[in-house]
């Protein structure tokens, strides 16, 4: 019987590679795991877009928050509960416009349940809303209103509700230099 067997060099260093892989995988998400205990205040971000562009900024924002130490979660609008609303302490909401200065299609039921509720207390949630439009899509000046629609009435509406702001409402517009990221 040997006593001290010999192992192919790249035998052994495939296997010790592999352990160290697996060991660094591990204290990694040990460590993710105690700094989601230790991170800032909560960010909620909802959005609502049927383009991308919401949902884009959305993501970014929440990225953001996460490297600033913000525990951040990203929701379409009608994905999120809306009975949990009230329980949350910082909302971001994203909208862009659709149609005649309608809500996208993943923030509509999230509009019709907040815009017919009148027992949801917000008094305890800070909020800031930011729309996204173009302010050239209506050509007549009496449809004008429909620009950033959406965002103007969730706004108006999460106010009435008892929702403190944060910033005010922000207006993107896809005709600035910049376009809706003004």
């Known amino acids: 019987m040997n006593r001290h067997p010999q192992f192919a060099a790249t035998l052994s260093e495939s296997y010790g590679s592999e352990v160290r892989k697996l060991q660094k995988r591990k204290a990694k998400d040990a460590y993710e795991e105690m700094l989601e205990g230790l991170y800032g205040a909560p960010l909620t971000i909802l959005y609502a877009s049927d383009n991308g ?21 990203v929701f379409a609008m009608d994905e ?47 909020y800031t809303v930011f729309a996204l439009g173009d302010s050239h899509y209506w050509p007549r000046k009496e ?24 910033v005010a409402i922000g207006q993107g517009d896809d005709q600035d230099p910049d376009g809706y990221q003004t």
């Open 53 to 73: 562009n919401a949902e884009g900024l959305a993501k970014r924002l929440g990225n953001r928050g996460k490297a600033r130490g913000l525990k951040t979660m």
């Open 80 to 126: 999120f509960p809306i009975e949990d609303l009230s329980g949350e302490e910082n909302v971001v909401m994203l909208t862009s416009t659709a149609g005649q200065g309608e809500f996208p299609q993943n923030g509509r039921q999230f509009w019709e349940t907040i815009k017919n509720a009148g027992d949801i207390d917000l008094s305890n949630v800070h």
């Open 143 to 166: 449809d004008k209103i429909f620009y950033n629609k959406p965002g103007k009435d969730l706004d108006a509406r999460i106010q009435f509700l008892g929702g403190k702001e944060l």
